[in-house]
């Protein structure tokens, strides 16, 4: 995610220089053909106002796609700013309701168990996972995901079809174990279940936007009319300026400005991938991380995630 946009218009263009070159020779070619032939003579000059309002269709369809789009990739975010809550709120439920270690009573704060150590623990790999899993990066290689876990846990939960699910249904076995042996309140058990509840949603909403790709058609139709229209721009343009020249740049400026629009909707429209303008789920997992392993009485921590040379948190 671009938290300060650091490029320059050479590397806009430099992104976008096949629509650039695409404009620029059927606009060239319209002006050639009026140059030598006349396209009044041909009858293929055309009228502003009709061109000027097909122009404004475009740029209404094109916005509607972005817009869109930033919907799925505001969701997203706001998906995982409820994980970071759920997941700060977790953590502070297994510290107070589980059970801790008597040796440790008389400390401030007072060390948490093996038990409590290892759910956080899991927990923190169930987040790692999650951002692994939305990225189709593999967790057995991972070192995040598989620092938190026992080798051989990590290694089963890796086989599942849905690995995050395998987590939190372990986090639910151990807390219904410790209710069963008295040393949870089912009140409690109530709250840490709701919990849960709140991951699985987030979880499934997370999948459903991953799993339902933007339809097609949008990016489909968007490209071929804005083909369409650098060739009828310039039939409009060559008739009403003095130099039919200034009909290129006219030209390429107002359609690459409809492809950049289109294109900004096409990077949104998947908010968990690689590219740039994605959300920042490396730092958002980290974060999590920190935050709950400083619970734990934990020093040895990373650094808090920061923006790269060009702005760019991952």
């Known amino acids: 995610m671009f938290v300060e946009f650091k490029g320059t218009i050479f590397g806009i263009l430099r992104w ?36 000027a309002v097909v122009g404004g269709a475009i740029g209404i369809f094109v916005s509607f796609r972005t817009n869109s789009a930033y919907d799925r990739w ?6 995982w700013g409820r994980l970071i809550n759920s997941s700060r709120h977790l953590c502070s439920q297994v510290l107070v309701y589980l059970p801790g270690p008597a040796e440790g009573a008389d ?31 593999s967790l057995m290689g991972d070192r995040d995901y598989e620092a938190f876990l026992e080798p051989r846990e990590a290694e089963r939960v890796a086989r599942e079809s849905n690995p995050t699910h395998a987590l939190l249904q372990t986090q639910m076995q151990a807390f219904v174990a410790e209710n069963d042996a008295g040393r949870l309140h089912d009140l409690r058990l109530q709250s840490l279940d709701e919990t849960v509840r709140a991951l699985l949603d987030i979880q499934g909403g997370c999948e459903r936007i991953k799993k339902t790709p933007f339809p097609r058609s949008y990016g489909f139709i968007a490209s071929r009319l804005i083909g369409v229209f650098a060739l009828l721009l310039p039939l409009a343009l060559v008739g009403t300026i003095d130099n039919e020249w200034i009909a290129v740049p006219i030209t390429v400026l107002v359609c690459l400005a409809f492809t950049l629009i289109s294109e900004a909707g096409r990077v949104l429209e998947d908010p968990f991938t690689m590219f740039w303008p994605a959300l920042p789920l490396s730092a958002l997992s980290k974060t999590i991380e920190i935050n709950l392993r400083q619970r734990l009485g934990e020093v040895d921590l990373p650094a808090m995630p920061k923006p790269d040379d060009q702005g760019i948190l991952m």
């Open 16 to 51: 976008q220089w096949q629509s650039i070159l695409l404009y620029t020779l059927m606009s060239a070619a319209i002006v050639v053909l009026d140059h030598f032939f006349g396209l009044e003579m041909l009858h293929l000059q055309l009228p502003v106002a009709p061109v």
């Open 107 to 137: 400390q401030d704060p007072p060390l948490p168990s093996e038990l409590q150590r290892q759910i956080v623990r899991r927990h923190i790999a169930y987040v790692h996972a999650l951002r692994a899993l939305l990225r189709n990066q």
């Open 74 to 79: 505001w969701e997203g975010r706001k998906l």
